[in-house]
């Protein structure tokens, strides 16, 4: 399968894939214009359907996250028919070519300690050679992969992972 890289220049004439309503896409398509210029990457199938990768430098990505150095995937999602053919591989493979190339440190992305349909599962990433760096009080995970032994891990800020009794009443 082929895929395509969308930029600011082919955004507004190409299919993003989130499962969202239309009114929803054009809100995410102005999120993704507003992000490019910060390193953003969205890569999707050639084919109709959801797969595709999101990623960003750590330094700009909208997670409060401590990754300097650090790519973080918003989101790796292949779905329906596209499951199973090695499409994720791809994509994950095409980040990780893209991040070495730009001297970045490994990659992070959030999951959980037990499957979230919003995040990415556990069981693939531990697959691939992903480790959790952080958890929060909600069970949120912080995982990464570094390119080379001995990088520091990523972490959460103290706001992202101690949420519970934050609020006062």
């Known amino acids: 399968m082929g895929y395509l890289r969308i930029t600011e220049q082919n955004i507004d004439v190409e299919h993003i894939c989130c499962a969202m309503s239309n009114n929803q896409s054009v809100r995410k398509k102005e999120w993704l214009k507003a992000r490019f210029h910060e ?8 084919e109709r359907g959801k797969c595709f990768i999101e ?23 292949v779905s ?6 090695g499409y994720s591989t791809d994509l994950l493979n095409e980040c990780i070519r893209d991040s070495k190339a730009q001297g970045r440190k490994g990659l992070s992305i959030l999951s959980s300690e037990k499957k979230k349909g919003f995040l990415a599962d556990p069981k693939y990433l531990r697959y691939k050679g992903f480790q959790v760096a952080d958890k929060s009080d909600t069970g949120i995970q912080l995982w990464y992969l570094p390119f080379e ?3 520091e891990a990523p ?11 934050t609020h006062s009443g």
């Open 155 to 165: 972490r959460f800020k103290e706001c992202a992972k101690h949420t519970q009794g």
């Open 80 to 85: 329906g028919s596209l499951k199973g053919h």
């Open 39 to 46: 390193g953003l990457v969205f890569y999707r199938s050639e």
């Open 55 to 77: 990623y960003i430098p750590a330094e700009n990505a909208w997670h409060p996250l401590e990754a300097e150095g650090y790519m973080h995937i918003n989101c790796l999602w």
């Open 149 to 151: 032994a001995g990088e």
